[in-house]
């Protein structure tokens, strides 16, 4: 936890309402985002006994399964929602863009792409877990499921594992983005606490957040948002029903067993669309539109990767493949976290206090300076900037600007309040710097040791080359009967 949060976190108690830990929405939400919430049963890592799934507020589709140890009623289950995400999935296969490269062919992407809300950490957790026990599933043979089943493992799969990547918004959970964007007066763990959340962020009229968080605590108003389900509703309301499906399987003991799960989904559905509305409250940052554009452009490859025939997610990478996975995560939270800074002045602000970036006024400004003579002659403006911000920055480090995207300076020499710059990049091309490109004296400026440059990707060997000492090349995927064993529990 930053500085900046711990004294947001400090004023919520003290005023008894969220403070705003950002000026602008750090990622994108779809106009037609569609809101998942899952429920298990207790004791079962994946096997699932509910969902409450759909894009429209007021006409939700509740999936039940009313005996989750039921290897048929499970399945039967995912087929249910398959019928429900692939549609709207697949929807926005049918219209692309072409996006001309510099240098390179250009190529089709879907001009939007899905967007799955659940509502937190333990949802998302569950989405993978339930992908992972479906994709390798056969729509024919022992077992046999319907042919949808397998496929939207491997589309709830992609967006689980999308999830991880810093910056990615195809599958959010609302705790973490509500947080990300608000500073409660409680801990991070109970900010895992939808309905708690969102009480400390918009307490009803005439009470405080924590007034909210105390009656939020109580699971009879506030049900737990998934996927685990409250102890005593376990005990007292729902294992009497699942006994009574089994003892007389029918439509009136499954709607008995439907009718216990909605008292459980319907609040946290409610307040799914209330996290929706109060993230549309905040305007969109630049950097979650470009981000979003990478998100299409992931959605884009694997459902070409899918069109083609190709292979379920494996279980587990390979070494090459986990190196270049861990790099590319490496270089998006770098650029996640710049990209953030630029964005919000109040994101800037923590990167300030310690001393990673500063903001001041220019004192002195030499646009004309330049290194090397003849052809080696380059343009290398100084400025010299008066801060009050602590600098902590050795002589050489590289600086961007959020007032000049694509800018690069270096630090000359810090000294006390005045901190000389060297401007390296972004000035254009002619010998002399384009108008406006070079700050000049008495201009307030923001320059901090943050960059979203472009990262080459990392130097690997091909799979078939991998060494021994990891464990030599990984096999060729060939299917097998065995794919499917992998239990729901």
């Excluded at 602008?24 to 004791?43: K, Q, Y």
């Excluded at 890592?45 to 409450?52: C, N, Y």
């Excluded at 307490?203 to 737990?224: I, K, N, S």
Aim: charged share 25%; glycine share 8%.
């Amino acid at each position: 936890m930053s500085t900046l949060a711990a004294l947001a976190r400090l004023r919520a108690v003290r005023t008894g309402t969220a403070q705003r830990l950002a000026t602008v929405r750090h990622c994108h939400l779809s106009e037609r985002p569609m809101v998942f919430i899952p429920l298990r049963l207790a004791g079962e890592a994946a096997a699932p006994l509910a969902a409450m799934v759909g894009t429209d507020p007021g006409h939700p589709h509740l999936l039940v399964v009313p005996q989750p140890r039921d290897r048929d009623l499970r399945f039967a289950f995912a087929a249910e929602l398959a019928e429900i995400v692939l549609p709207y999935v697949e929807g926005f296969l049918k219209e692309t863009e072409t996006v001309e490269r510099r240098g390179a062919e250009p190529y089709e992407r879907c001009a939007d792409a899905p967007q799955l809300l659940v509502p937190g950490r333990s949802a998302l957790a569950f989405t993978l877990l339930l992908g992972r026990s479906t994709r390798f599933r056969r729509a024919e043979g022992p077992h046999a499921v319907h042919p949808s089943v397998p496929i939207l493992g491997r589309w709830l799969t992609f967006f689980a594992q999308r999830a991880r990547h810093p910056g990615s918004a195809l599958l959010l959970a609302a705790t973490e983005a509500l947080s990300l964007h608000w500073a409660t007066g409680q801990s991070a763990l109970e900010d895992a606490n939808l309905a708690s959340l969102i009480g400390w962020i918009d307490p009803p009229p005439g009470t405080t957040g924590a007034d909210a968080a105390r009656e939020a605590e109580d699971p009879l108003v506030w049900p737990p948002a998934g996927p685990a389900t409250d102890p005593g509703f376990d005990a007292e309301v729902l294992a009497p029903a699942i006994r009574a499906y089994e003892e007389a399987p029918g439509e009136r003991a499954a709607a008995r067993v439907a009718e216990a799960v909605r008292t459980q989904l319907d609040p946290t559905w409610r307040l799914m669309w209330r996290a929706v509305d109060l993230l549309r409250g905040l305007p969109e940052g630049r950097g979650a539109s470009a981000r979003w554009e990478t998100d299409r452009g992931s959605f884009t490859a694997f459902a070409e990767q899918l069109a083609e025939g190709g292979p379920p997610q494996p279980k587990h990478d390979g070494a090459v493949a986990a190196a270049s996975r861990l790099a590319r995560m490496e270089r998006a939270q770098a650029s996640y976290d710049a990209q953030r800074a630029y964005d919000d002045p109040l994101v800037m602000a923590a990167y300030r206090l310690t001393g990673e970036a500063f903001t001041g006024t220019v004192v002195a400004s030499d646009p004309a300076n330049a290194e090397g003579e003849g052809r080696g002659r380059k343009l290398r403006p100084l400025l010299t900037v008066r801060t009050g911000d602590p600098v902590r920055l050795a002589t050489g480090t590289k600086l961007g600007t959020p007032d000049r995207r694509g800018q690069q300076a270096e630090v000359v020499e810090v000294d006390g309040e005045l901190v000389t710059l060297k401007i390296v990049k972004g000035m254009g091309r002619g010998k002399v710097a384009t108008p406006g490109a070079v700050p000049e004296v008495g201009d307030q400026v923001c320059y901090a040791a943050l960059s979203d440059e472009y990262q080459p990707p990392a130097s690997l060997p091909a799979p078939e080359e991998t060494p021994w000492t990891h464990g030599g090349p990984p096999p060729e995927y060939v299917p097998s009967t065995e794919d499917d064993q992998e239990e729901w529990s």
